[in-house]
Each structure stands twice: as structure tokens, then as C-alpha cells.
């Protein structure tokens, strides 16, 4: 019997940087889809498309009205 499992991964860095991080995270099918509807929940209660992490922490695209709060 095979286990089979989703995995998602992500890295952060840039040509200029020396050094590199990625993440990643695995798990079945059922619990990815509970995530992503949980999530997809989420970010439309926040009014944004997608979470990146480059223009929230900057206050920038998507997240620009986000300042000062």
C-alpha cells in the first residue's frame, strides 16, 4: 500500500542575497483541501488576492491601505 502526499513550497531571497531560504509543507489531499478552502475564506474576508509576504511586511500592492493600522 503507497501513501501519497501533496507538498507546497516556497523560497524567499534574491539574486543579490547570498543566502537562500525555502519552506514547505506536506500533507494528504483531504487536510491541503480543508486548508484551501479555509483559507481562500480568509482572503477574501481580507479583501486581498493572495498573501505575499514582500508587500504585506512594505505595506505595498494589495496591502498598501493596510498602514498604520
Known sequence: MAA???AYFDAAGTPRNSVVAVAGFVSNF???KQFELTWNKIL???GVSCLH???FVSFQGEFKASKGQ
Do not use: G, I, L, Q
Open 4 to 6: 501519497v502526499f501533496t
Open 53 to 55: 509576504m514582500t508587500d
Open 44 to 46: 477574501e474576508r481580507e
Open 30 to 32: 483531504e487536510k491541503w
